[in-house]
Nanobody, 116 residues
Framework: QVQLVESGGGLVQAGGSLRLSCAAR???????MAWYRQAPGKQRKLVAT???????NYDDSVKGRFTISRDNAKNTVYLQMNSLKSEDTAVYYC???????????WGQGTQVTVSS
């Protein structure tokens, strides 16, 4: 059974840092991996993506502050978040796409709260 296990969320002061992790279990091959976030009353929004080859893309709101990376041997994706702002407060979800048809799987979500 496919399972995505997230960790690393929490409460941090503005300007601080957090590192999110998401480990994919029972998956043998992964294409793109990504992080999304959903703030209260808002739609889920793409934050960053990383391809199987390591190419990355970021939403403009996090460029220069967040870094997405992956460890293919561990089927794990990370999100290093620096210079956090109150507007980064949200539930963060990891997402992976699995071949051959890019089936999408989601993590359970982890809360990130940034206090100003």
């Amino acid at each position: 059974q496919v399972q995505l296990v997230e960790s690393g969320g929490g409460l941090v002061q503005a300007g601080g840092s957090l590192r999110l992790s998401c480990a994919a279990r029972s998956i043998f091959s992964i294409n793109d991996m990504a992080w999304y976030r959903q703030a209260p009353g808002k739609q889920r929004k793409l934050v960053a993506t990383i391809s199987s080859g390591g190419a990355t893309n970021y939403d403009d709101s996090v460029k220069g502050r967040f870094t997405i990376s992956r460890d293919n041997a561990k089927n794990t994706v990370y999100l290093q978040m620096n210079s956090l702002k109150s507007e980064d407060t949200a539930v963060y979800y990891c997402n992976v796409r699995v071949p051959p048809i890019n089936t999408a799987y989601w993590g359970q979500g982890t809360q990130v709260t940034v206090s100003s």
